[in-house]
Nanobody
C-alpha cells in the first residue's frame, strides 16, 4: 500500500513562512508527478503546485512568486516552501502522487492556518 505522509503544517502569522514536506513509501517515486493541493472550509480542493518527474514545476496563479515546490528523488520527498503567507492560504494541504492514467494517491493532509 502506497503511503504519503505530510508534515510541517501549523499556525503562522500573515507574512510568515512554513515548509511542508511529504514522504512517500512503497512507490516508484521518481516516475510520479507530485503535487500539493489544498482545501479550505466550504471550498473545493484546488491544485497549489505540481512538479513532474523531470522536475518541471507548475503553480496556481494565487501562489506564484510565494511558494516553491521541490522534490528529492533519493529521499522520496516533495516539499512546499511557502513564503509571504496570507490568511487566504489557510487550508488543509494534501500531497498527491499521480502517474499516467492510474488513480492518484493522497496523503492524509496537514493543516495550515495563517492568522494573527
Amino acid at each position: 500500500q502506497v503511503q504519503l505522509v505530510e508534515s510541517g503544517g501549523g499556525l503562522v502569522q500573515p507574512g510568515g513562512s512554513l515548509r511542508l514536506s511529504c514522504t512517500a513509501s512503497r512507490i516508484s517515486f521518481s516516475i510520479y508527478t507530485m503535487s500539493w493541493y489544498r482545501q479550505a472550509p466550504g471550498k473545493q480542493r484546488e491544485l497549489v503546485a505540481a512538479i513532474t518527474s523531470g522536475g518541471g514545476p507548475n503553480y496556481a496563479d494565487s501562489v506564484k512568486g510565494r511558494f516553491t515546490i521541490s522534490r528529492d528523488n533519493a529521499k522520496n520527498t516533495v516539499d512546499l516552501q511557502m513564503n509571504s503567507l496570507k490568511p487566504e492560504d489557510t487550508a488543509v494541504y494534501y500531497c498527491n502522487a499521480r502517474w499516467a492514467r492510474a488513480d492518484p494517491w493522497w496523503g492524509q493532509g496537514t493543516q495550515v492556518t495563517v492568522s494573527s
